[in-house]
Antibody, heavy 121, light 108 residues
Framework: QITLKESGPTLVKPTQTLTLTCTFS??????????VGWIRQPPGKALEWLAH???????YYNSFLRTRLAIARDTSKNQVVLTVTNMDPVDTATYYC?????????????WGQGTMVTVSS | DIQMTQSPSSLSASVGDRVTITCRAS??????LSWYQQIPGKAPKLLIY???SLHSGVPSRFSGSGSGTDFTLTISSLQPEDFATYYC??????????FGQGTQLVIK
C-alpha cells in the first residue's frame, strides 16, 4: 500500500524559507517510472502544481515559481524535500505531495493528506 | 505554458442526473489528461487518467473522453457522494503541469 505524508511548519514569517518533507512508503523512488510531486492549494482556490522529481533524479518546476523552488530526494529515508524561499502571504496554502506513475500517463496516483502552511508576521 | 480551462465553474444537479464537465487545453496534449475529485477538507483523488482510463476502485458511473484539446468527464447517474469539486490536469508538457480552475458540483 502506497502512503505519503507531508510534514513541516504550520506558520512561517514573510521572507523566510519554507522546508516541507514528504515521507512515503510502499514504493521506492529508485524504481523506473515513478516520481513524487508537490502541489498546493490556497484556501478556497484551485490546485497549483509546484514541482516533481523522477526516479532518475530529473527535476521539473513550475515556471512561474522556478527561482524560489528546490526539490530533492533522499532515497535512503524515502523522503522528498521541497524548499520555497522568500515566502509571502500569497503562499498561504495547503501543500500536498503525491505519487506519480509514468505508466498512468503521468497522473498523480496517490496523494498525501496535505499540510496547511500560513504565512504571516 | 499550456492553459487548462474547465466549464462550467459551478454546476447544480440532482441525485440521479447525468452530468458532463468539460476541460479544454490551450494546445494539443494528446491524451495526457487526468481528472481528480476533491471533497472539501480532503486531498484530491484520481478518477481518470490518460483521458479515458478509469483508476482502480473508481465507480463505473465515471467516464472520461477526448483527445487533443477537448475533454469531458461524465458522471452517468449522480450519487450523494459525488458532490465535490472536480479538476482536470494536463501532463503533456514534462516541463510544467497545469490544473484547470475546478468545477464545483452542488446539490440542486
Amino acid at each position: 500500500q502506497i502512503t505519503l505524508k507531508e510534514s513541516g511548519p504550520t506558520l512561517v514569517k514573510p521572507t523566510q524559507t519554507l522546508t516541507l518533507t514528504c515521507t512515503f512508503s510502499g514504493f521506492s523512488l529508485t524504481t523506473s517510472g515513478v516520481a513524487v510531486g508537490w502541489i498546493r492549494q490556497p484556501p478556497g482556490k484551485a490546485l497549483e502544481w509546484l514541482a516533481h522529481v523522477y526516479w532518475s533524479d530529473d527535476k521539473y518546476y513550475n515556471s512561474f515559481l522556478r527561482t524560489r523552488l528546490a526539490i530533492a530526494r533522499d532515497t535512503s529515508k524515502n523522503q522528498v524535500v521541497l524548499t520555497v524561499t522568500n515566502m509571502d502571504p500569497v503562499d498561504t496554502a495547503t501543500y500536498y505531495c503525491a505519487h506519480l506513475l509514468v505508466a498512468k500517463q503521468y497522473s498523480y496516483h496517490v496523494w498525501g493528506q496535505g499540510t496547511m502552511v500560513t504565512v504571516s508576521s | 505554458d499550456i492553459q487548462m480551462t474547465q466549464s462550467p465553474s459551478s454546476l447544480s444537479a440532482s441525485v440521479g442526473d447525468r452530468v458532463t464537465i468539460t476541460c479544454r487545453a490551450s494546445q494539443s496534449i494528446g491524451t495526457y489528461l487526468s481528472w481528480y475529485q476533491q471533497i472539501p477538507g480532503k486531498a484530491p483523488k484520481l478518477l481518470i487518467y490518460g483521458a479515458s482510463s478509469l483508476h482502480s476502485g473508481v465507480p463505473s458511473r465515471f467516464s472520461g473522453s477526448g483527445s487533443g484539446t477537448d475533454f469531458t468527464l461524465t458522471i452517468s447517474s449522480l450519487q450523494p457522494e459525488d458532490f465535490a469539486t472536480y479538476y482536470c490536469q494536463q501532463s503533456s508538457s514534462s516541463v510544467m503541469y497545469t490544473f484547470g480552475q475546478g468545477t464545483q458540483l452542488v446539490i440542486k
